[in-house]
């Protein structure tokens, strides 16, 4: 398994400012993803986090709002940026030990956009 | 691409009950399916998982069943807990992406 944390674990943001969330691991792995959580809902994909290049994002996702940083195997942020209420989610970053295996999650990170 | 539906979203059986979720896929080249447990306030965790060339799996009070050829695979937990009460979501990989159901409810009542 992999020991995955995340910064900060929630915050009360105002409309129009950014947030940078951290997920950092405990052991190099090639594959980290980045999910957002709506309360009741299931996981949806936002990107792929890959290490030395650019993210590879999802349908409804784009880079300028939600820029992502991969600068070695261990370490990632996701940033949100000029937040609106419709942002307020849960982010959840994870990682596979091995491409296509069993995804081990962070914490969370729980954001309210006032 | 991939879809994936699971069913039922809400789940309520008694304490000493066998509950069953279900989830079918679209995709015939998906080759792992791992089933989660989220837990209200935390992660997501494994709790098992299947691969295309076994039919099914157990591991203590639960079991999951793979049937490939209708592209749908079950959980069953036996013997319910109050401690059981989560959400459950499958998911489905093949390649590089996994898509995860919409998850159930399950509600065990003592």
């Known amino acids: 398994s992999a020991v995955i944390s995340q910064k900060p674990s929630r915050d009360i943001c105002q409309r129009g400012t950014s947030l940078t969330i951290q997920c950092q691991v405990d052991s190099q792995v090639t594959m980290m993803f980045w999910y957002r959580q709506q309360p009741g809902q299931s996981l949806t994909l936002i990107a792929t986090a890959n290490q030395g290049s650019e993210a590879t994002y999802e349908s409804g996702f784009v880079i300028d709002k939600f820029p992502i940083s991969r600068p070695n195997l261990t370490f990632s942020t996701l940033t949100v940026s000029n937040m609106s209420p419709e942002d307020s989610s849960i982010y959840l970053c994870?990682?596979?030990?091995?491409?296509?295996?069993?995804?081990?999650f962070g914490p969370g990170t729980r954001l309210t956009v006032l | 691409g991939e879809n994936v539906e699971q069913h039922p979203s809400t789940l309520s059986v008694q304490e000493g009950d066998s509950a069953v979720i279900k989830c079918t896929y679209s995709?015939?080249?998906?080759?792992?399916f791992p089933w989660y447990k989220q837990e209200l306030g935390k992660r997501p965790q494994l709790i098992i998982d299947i691969r295309s060339n076994v039919g099914e799996k157990k591991d203590q009070r639960i079991a999951v069943t793979l049937n490939k050829t209708a592209k749908h695979f079950s959980l069953h937990i036996t013997e319910t807990q109050p401690e059981d009460s989560a959400v459950y979501f499958c998911?489905?990989?093949?390649?590089?992406?996994?898509?995860f159901g919409a998850g159930t409810r399950l509600f065990v009542k003592a």
């Open positions: 994870s990682v596979e030990l091995r491409v296509g295996d069993t995804q081990y």
């Open positions: 995709d015939s080249a998906s080759n792992y």
């Open positions: 998911a489905v990989t093949g390649g590089f992406k996994t898509i």
